[in-house]
């Protein structure tokens, strides 16, 4: 029984090890180095594909008892390069509509920093049901909340160009689920904040340059 219990968390480590390189790879670049966005996931894209290479290296090892030829490696890394892009420009650029709180707000998902964006696209393979309500802001908006204006917020559009923060709702759901959410993007490497109240969520966001020290 313990045995079974190791082999499926070592497979399960194995099958996520990769989406968390891609994610946390790119934010320690982005945090570290200040690299733009693009760059920081194309180093974690990098190592990332790197490690699929090794996987798919090692799975044919398994099956041939051999490290294959040298367009064997070639087909290999086409793939893993491929598995890599394919899955970076579908979590960049699609968000379902029932994902977000309004038709404002999902116009908004391509505002928000990339990185950002990839890791809400990841977890929403495991919650369907995670939505969105808010992102972009502008200083007048936190006046119409009844909340005094910031002079620096990551709700606001950084010198990335992209929003550094966004709101996802935790109201009718449970706290364990909440809480998994919650320690998934500190997993991830982002800052996360809850907001308990009328208008209970869970606020993510990246560090700015511009606005150090801000969450």
Partial sequence: MIDWIYNTLKLVL??????????????FFHNHYELASSISLLASGAVTTLLLFIYLTFMYGKVTGKIGSSNALKRRTVIAILLV?????????????????????????????PIVRLSISTVLFLDRSLLITDSSRKPEDYKKMGLPSKQRSLHYKQSSGYVHAVDIRTNGRSELRNQLLQWYFKLMGLHTLRHIGTA???????????SRGAI
């Fill in 14 to 27: 194995l099958l996520v090890l990769p989406f968390i390189l891609l994610i946390r790879g790119a934010v």
């Fill in 85 to 113: 892009l394919g899955y970076s420009s579908y979590g960049l650029f699609f968000l379902s509509n029932t994902n977000a709180k309004s038709s404002e707000v999902h116009a908004e998902f391509t505002k928000l920093h």
């Fill in 200 to 210: 209970d969520h869970l606020h993510i966001s990246l560090s700015s340059k511009d």
